[in-house]
């Protein structure tokens, strides 16, 4: 018996309340390990022991959607692991469909649906319910100036029937499964207060409780909006490139071929698109022909345009300029970078940050406690007053009892955090910055100290070469910056890289080379013309050869003169060949990014791969102090490092650009690629991915976090603080029902305002 996740897929959305709910209905059910519900997508999580040959997990989890009877199940929309799980347990042939890494954990994905279309009916009628109450509250009003007491009755009622329409249903489900839900707290206080004859409390209640939830329902459809509009960017068709006839494919080359345009879904990769100037490109392609700038502000927040030349990636959802291009497509629709992005987005809104966890466990116990003091109220004070002999007036008691049901309401606190901290996640997202879930964007904000990786991320990833020298018996520095640039191709190292950008600018043709091997922190080797060839660190030589260099080259190992990283160029038969020397070009932007960090209270590190002498003048370049700059520290021991650091600093982040650098991304508390559009590796293994080259958003994603948390806690504690004020006034006898609600609508609408307070208003991402 293992681990199963079933992922359900509501056919129709549901508001906070309700998914609470249907959430605790689920949790009770035996088996049931977990629930986490993703309210952007309207997806449910069911993490259940998996019996596979028990009661199919998949009718259970049907039932309870039915019993919630707002939520029709709709059996196309999702599916369930179990009967996989029975096949492949039966017949031991067929395994579980898309296994995930975790272990034990099987997941069966339901076919994509958009959520946004049941979502926008949901608005809609969230709006017409507002209308609707807003009438109820006309009605109210107006039937005060009725001229007789029978009309102000009838008004009454109608208000009441009105709010009591949309706050039954879920108090009667609730009291079926004999759950205390804040639906039926309501309806109880309103019948209390018709027993006690307060019309005009119980129609307030009723009207004021059924804005409420409209409310809620519609500000947090605008963050849920804000999200989709990224995707409103990518447009839905292409311009196929198809082959002419044989007899047009031997004149120019546009004639050989022919435009069509098709949906952007038919395009399978390897097939070529073009995209004109100024249009939107629809898929992930390499540029074969055409040079252009595009605006990738969809994927990462920045308006700057992007040269890009054949050989380069563009992006779907990026705008094309200037030119036109052709593009051979490398991911089909459903798999671009933004669609990765996308659901990395949504996937982080399920699972919740620590301090949401701590909220919930408190509400837990919070509602039954105020219930308790409710009730409590009600009986006890009168039963003292019999007691000493006294006639209690029970009515009275009995009221303050029902204001304070009212305050036992949780859900002010509740939606506090989750608001918070999608309205984070989503400001990241604008800006370019992928965050995995809470708990990541949680952590930022304590992290004490941050070590960057040298090359590629505190530096430039293209660097400039400085200098080409071949040994003598080459003579030729060309031939030396082919056979590096022929090698450095095969690597996603900056350097390697760089190598290939030059020679192409100089229109050297890179050669053929086989068995490309990489050697993290040490170099490529590769065959080419049947030779072994290397090209890497000059940390890899021997004494010998280290000698042997020092006598052809007395400079390159001169401290004075190392300005930038040096790769060596060698054979197997020969030894080194020559060398290539860079630039070392801080990017524009980090010495400004690091103080503000230093400001904040972060300790930066450097911990690179280069040698010491280049390290120490980077370094000191960007204001590291001696002490926190390590230099060589091979790949694998960039991450023992982190873990001593972590010992000793606590929290630490660690910010690489994904290429050498993921293990010590992983061992890190929290892990952050840095500017790495085009690696899809970086999605996987960071917590935070910055997909902009701006190492400024850094410091403004440190003040996120730190900002997210203190909004939480001021959430908290607004919700808790009116809460208490209204359960002294309501044991003081001076709290009226509608005052009650009041408190905790207001409350609730408070909170979530604050939380969304700048969101609308964020429309254009920094520069
Ligand atoms: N793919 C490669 N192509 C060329 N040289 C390489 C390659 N990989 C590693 N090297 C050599 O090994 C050295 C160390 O590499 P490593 O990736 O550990 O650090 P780095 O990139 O130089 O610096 P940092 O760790 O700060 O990014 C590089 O300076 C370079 O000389
Ligand atoms: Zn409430």
Same mark, same amino acid.
């Given at each position: 018996?293992?681990?199963?996740?079933?992922?359900?897929?509501?056919?129709?959305?549901?508001?906070?309340?309700?998914?609470?709910?249907?959430?605790?209905?689920?949790?009770?059910?035996?088996?049931?390990?977990? @629930?986490?519900?993703?309210?952007?997508?309207?997806?449910?999580?069911?993490?259940?022991?998996?019996?596979?040959?028990?009661?199919?997990?998949?009718?259970?989890?049907?039932?309870?959607?039915?019993?919630?009877?707002?939520?029709?199940?709709?059996?196309?929309?999702?599916?369930?692991?179990?009967?996989?799980?029975?096949?492949?347990?039966?017949?031991?042939?067929?395994?579980?469909?898309?296994?995930?890494?975790?272990?034990?954990?099987?997941?069966?994905?339901?076919?994509?649906?958009?959520?946004? @279309?049941?979502?926008?009916?949901?608005?809609?009628?969230?709006?017409?319910?507002?209308?609707?109450?807003?009438?109820?509250?006309?009605?109210?009003?107006?039937?005060?100036?009725?001229?007789?007491?029978?009309?102000?009755?009838?008004?009454?009622?109608?208000?009441?029937?009105?709010?009591?329409?949309?706050?039954?249903?879920?108090?009667?489900?609730?009291?079926?499964?004999?759950?205390?839900?804040?639906?039926?707290?309501?309806?109880?206080?309103?019948?209390?207060?018709?027993?006690?004859?307060?019309?005009?409390?119980?129609?307030?209640?009723?009207?004021?409780?059924?804005?409420?939830?409209?409310?809620?329902?519609?500000?947090?459809?605008?963050?849920?909006?804000?999200?989709?509009?990224?995707?409103?960017?990518?447009?839905?068709?292409?311009?196929?490139?198809?082959?002419?006839?044989?007899?047009?494919?031997?004149?120019?080359?546009?004639?050989?071929?022919?435009?069509?345009?098709?949906?952007?879904?038919?395009?399978?990769?390897?097939?070529?698109?073009?995209?004109?100037?100024?249009?939107?490109?629809?898929?992930?392609?390499?540029?074969?022909?055409?040079?252009?700038?595009?605006?990738?502000?969809?994927?990462?927040?920045?308006?700057?345009?992007?040269?890009?030349?054949?050989? +380069?990636?563009?992006?779907?959802?990026?705008?094309?300029?200037?030119?036109?291009?052709?593009?051979?497509?490398?991911?089909?629709?459903?798999? !671009?970078?933004?669609?990765?992005?996308?659901?990395?987005?949504?996937?982080?809104?399920?699972?919740?940050?620590?301090?949401?966890?701590?909220?919930?466990?408190?509400?837990?116990?919070?509602?039954?406690?105020?219930?308790?003091?409710?009730?409590?109220?009600?009986?006890?004070?009168?039963?003292?007053?019999?007691?000493?002999?006294?006639?209690?007036?029970?009515?009275?008691?009995?009221?303050?009892?029902?204001?304070?049901?009212?305050?036992?309401?949780?859900?002010?606190?509740?939606?506090?955090?989750?608001?918070?901290?999608?309205?984070?996640?989503?400001?990241?997202?604008?800006?370019?910055?992928?965050?995995?879930?809470?708990?990541?964007?949680?952590?930022?904000?304590?992290?004490?100290?941050?070590?960057?990786?040298?090359?590629? !991320?505190?530096?430039? +990833?293209?660097?400039?070469?400085?200098?080409?020298?071949?040994?003598?018996?080459?003579?030729?520095?060309?031939?030396?910056?082919?056979?590096?640039?022929?090698?450095?191709?095969?690597?996603?190292?900056?350097?390697?890289?760089?190598?290939?950008?030059?020679?192409?600018?100089?229109?050297?043709?890179?050669?053929?080379?086989?068995?490309?091997?990489?050697?993290?922190?040490?170099?490529?080797?590769?065959?080419?013309?049947?030779?072994?060839?290397?090209?890497?660190?000059?940390?890899?030589? +021997?004494?010998?050869?280290?000698?042997?260099?020092?006598?052809?080259?007395?400079?390159?190992?001169?401290?004075?003169?190392?300005?930038?990283?040096?790769?060596?160029?060698?054979?197997?038969?020969?030894?080194?060949?020559?060398?290539?020397?860079?630039?070392?070009?801080?990017?524009?932007?980090?010495?400004?990014?690091?103080?503000?960090?230093?400001?904040?209270?972060?300790?930066?590190?450097?911990?690179?791969?280069?040698?010491?002498?280049?390290?120490?003048?980077?370094?000191?370049?960007?204001?590291?102090?001696?002490?926190?700059?390590?230099?060589?520290?091979?790949?694998?021991?960039?991450?023992?490092?982190?873990? !001593?650091?972590?010992?000793?600093?606590?929290?630490?982040?660690?910010?690489?650009?994904?290429?050498?650098? !993921?293990?010590?991304?992983?061992?890190?508390?929290?892990?952050?690629?840095?500017?790495?559009?085009?690696?899809?590796?970086?999605?996987?293994?960071?917590?935070?991915?910055?997909?902009?080259?701006?190492?400024?958003?850094?410091?403004?994603?440190?003040?996120?976090?730190?900002?997210?948390?203190?909004?939480?806690?001021?959430?908290?504690?607004?919700?808790?603080?009116?809460?208490?004020?209204?359960?002294?006034?309501?044991?003081?006898?001076?709290?009226?029902?509608?005052?009650?609600?009041?408190?905790?609508?207001?409350?609730?609408?408070?909170?979530?305002?604050?939380?969304?307070?700048?969101?609308?208003?964020?429309?254009?991402?920094?520069?």
């Amino acid at each position: 018996m293992g681990v199963a996740r079933t992922q359900l897929t509501l056919p129709k959305p549901l508001d906070a309340r309700r998914i609470g709910s249907l959430k605790h209905d689920l949790e009770r059910l035996p088996g049931v390990l977990a @629930v986490e519900f993703d309210w952007e997508a309207q997806r449910l999580w069911v993490d259940h022991l998996d019996d596979p040959c028990e009661a199919s997990w998949s009718d259970r989890l049907r039932h309870q959607l039915e019993m919630a009877d707002s939520v029709a199940p709709c059996p196309s929309t999702w599916s369930s692991s179990p009967p996989v799980a029975c096949r492949a347990e039966s017949s031991s042939a067929s395994p579980p469909a898309t296994p995930r890494a975790l272990p034990g954990l099987n997941v069966v994905t339901p076919p994509p649906v958009d959520p946004g @279309v049941g979502e926008r009916a949901h608005a809609r009628r969230a709006q017409l319910r507002l209308i609707r109450a807003g009438l109820g509250g006309l009605v109210l009003v107006a039937s005060a100036f009725a001229p007789s007491p029978a009309w102000q009755r009838l008004g009454q009622a109608f208000a009441i029937v009105v709010g009591l329409v949309e706050i039954a249903p879920a108090a009667w489900l609730a009291t079926r499964q004999r759950r205390l839900g804040i639906h039926a707290l309501v309806v109880a206080a309103i019948l209390g207060a018709l027993v006690l004859g307060e019309w005009n409390e119980a129609a307030a209640l009723a009207l004021l409780f059924a804005v409420s939830e409209a409310l809620e329902t519609l500000t947090l459809q605008r963050a849920r909006d804000s999200i989709r509009a990224l995707l409103a960017q990518t447009p839905t068709t292409a311009n196929r490139l198809v082959p002419a006839s044989e007899s047009a494919s031997n004149s120019s080359p546009d004639s050989a071929f022919q435009l069509e345009t098709v949906p952007a879904a038919s395009i399978r990769p390897g097939e070529r698109i073009r995209v004109r100037a100024g249009e939107a490109v629809p898929l992930d392609g390499r540029i074969v022909a055409g040079y252009t700038q595009v605006d990738q502000r969809a994927l990462t927040g920045e308006s700057v345009p992007v040269a890009k030349h054949p050989g +380069d990636e563009v992006f779907a959802g990026s705008i094309n300029g200037e030119g036109s291009i052709d593009l051979v497509v490398s991911r089909d629709h459903h798999h !671009t970078l933004l669609a990765g992005i996308l659901e990395r987005v949504r996937a982080a809104r399920v699972r919740r940050a620590p301090v949401e966890r701590s909220v919930e466990r408190f509400a837990s116990w919070y509602t039954p406690a105020v219930f308790g003091v409710a009730v409590a109220l009600m009986l006890l004070p009168p039963l003292v007053v019999l007691a000493q002999g006294g006639v209690p007036v029970w009515s009275d008691w009995f009221f303050r009892g029902l204001v304070a049901l009212i305050v036992a309401c949780p859900c002010a606190l509740v939606i506090a955090t989750p608001v918070a901290v999608v309205r984070g996640l989503t400001l990241a997202a604008r800006r370019g910055i992928l965050i995995k879930d809470g708990d990541a964007l949680e952590a930022l904000g304590k992290l004490r100290l941050l070590a960057f990786d040298k090359t590629g !991320t505190l530096t430039r +990833d293209r660097l400039q070469v400085a200098g080409i020298h071949a040994a003598p018996s080459v003579g030729d520095p060309d031939w030396i910056l082919r056979i590096a640039a022929s090698l450095g191709d095969h690597s996603s190292h900056p350097l390697g890289r760089s190598l290939a950008d030059h020679a192409r600018a100089r229109g050297l043709e890179l050669l053929e080379v086989h068995h490309a091997r990489t050697i993290p922190g040490v170099g490529v080797e590769a065959e080419l013309d049947g030779q072994s060839y290397w090209l890497g660190s000059p940390r890899v030589l +021997d004494e010998r050869e280290r000698d042997q260099v020092r006598r052809g080259w007395p400079d390159l190992f001169q401290p004075s003169a190392v300005e930038g990283p040096v790769v060596l160029v060698g054979s197997r038969a020969e030894g080194v060949l020559g060398w290539v020397r860079f630039h070392d070009q801080e990017r524009p932007e980090a010495r400004r990014a690091l103080d503000r960090l230093r400001d904040q209270g972060l300790i930066p590190w450097m911990i690179s791969g280069d040698s010491q002498a280049v390290a120490a003048r980077m370094g000191e370049r960007l204001g590291f102090p001696p002490e926190q700059i390590r230099a060589e520290v091979a790949p694998g021991h960039k991450a023992d490092l982190i873990e !001593t650091l972590r010992d000793q600093y606590g929290p630490i982040g660690m910010v690489g650009d994904g290429v050498n650098d !993921t293990p010590a991304l992983a061992s890190a508390t929290v892990g952050i690629a840095a500017h790495r559009l085009a690696s899809g590796a970086a999605l996987e293994t960071a917590d935070v991915v910055l997909l902009a080259e701006d190492l400024t958003r850094l410091p403004w994603l440190i003040d996120l976090s730190r900002g997210t948390l203190a909004r939480i806690y001021q959430n908290i504690r607004i919700a808790l603080g009116l809460k208490a004020a209204v359960l002294g006034l309501a044991a003081l006898g001076w709290a009226s029902l509608w005052l009650a609600i009041l408190a905790d609508v207001g409350a609730t609408v408070l909170v979530v305002a604050n939380a969304l307070r700048d969101l609308g208003i964020d429309r254009d991402p920094i520069r």
